[in-house]
């Protein structure tokens, strides 16, 4: 069965650090959504993506956030000078069709220590 | 805004029991409702897909239904195993979103014991 894929599955960074979660949607799929979960609380949604744009983005998209796909089959999240808050798992989730259900992937789980 | 609520927060059953979970939303406009299982530190398994037209789906020992006008939701367990435990989360889908953003509830976490 099809499979989103991301990578790194953990990783660590010291605060104030860059990174970049990277995903991989299933091949045939348009729409990609991060979301992000932090330990005990409720999946929370980031941002949503279509034809090369972003279509929605929450109140916690701020600007520290930024969303790329620079290819053909990436789909990265980056994270501007991290903060401890940002501590959290990272899920990136695609869909083929809208409105249809997601497929989600294993998640990054980012500490910012 | 929609809300999602998911009672009990959690639950302890013996192998066998038929369980029922329960989801809760505030806006009956939504697009579809998804069941997940969510093991310990590790992703989001799709379960079920719910859409608004329909009033259940089932899937191996799995149903679930669907009730917009009164917002909610049941996942339907038949004759629960150890390995079903896990975290059952519920996310629903609101009509004001442009691409169907997905509202999570905080789930409900399952142990079935032998």
């Known amino acids: 069965e099809p499979e989103v894929t991301q990578t790194p599955s953990h990783q660590v960074t010291q605060m104030g650090q860059e990174v970049i979660l990277r995903c991989v949607p299933i091949s045939n799929h348009l729409y990609f959504y991060w979301y992000r979960q932090i330990l005990g609380q409720k999946v929370e949604f980031l941002v949503s993506?279509?034809?090369?744009?972003?279509?929605?983005k929450s109140e916690i998209f701020d600007d520290q956030f930024s969303v790329e796909r620079p290819d053909g089959s990436n789909f990265t999240l980056k994270i501007r000078s991290t903060k401890l808050e940002d501590s959290a798992m990272y899920f990136c989730?695609?869909?083929?069709?809208?409105?249809?259900?997601?497929?989600f992937g294993s998640g990054t789980r980012l500490t910012v220590v | 805004k929609q809300e999602v609520t998911q009672i009990p927060a959690a639950l302890s059953v013996p192998e066998g029991e038929n369980l029922v979970l329960n989801c809760s939303f505030t806006d009956s406009a939504i697009y579809n409702l998804q069941w997940f299982r969510q093991d310990p530190g590790k992703g989001l398994t799709s379960l079920l897909l719910?859409?608004?037209?329909?009033r259940e789906q089932t899937s191996g020992r799995l149903n679930a239904s669907l009730d917009k006008s009164s917002g909610r939701s049941t996942l339907y367990i038949a004759a629960s195993q150890p390995g079903d435990s896990a975290t059952y989360l519920c996310a629903a889908t609101d009509r004001g979103s442009t691409l169907g953003r997905l509202y999570f509830g905080r789930g409900t976490q399952l142990t079935v014991w032998p």
């Open positions: 993506f279509y034809n090369n744009e972003i279509s929605e």
């Open positions: 719910i859409q608004s037209s329909q």
């Open positions: 989730a695609s869909s083929e069709e809208f409105p249809r259900g997601y497929t």
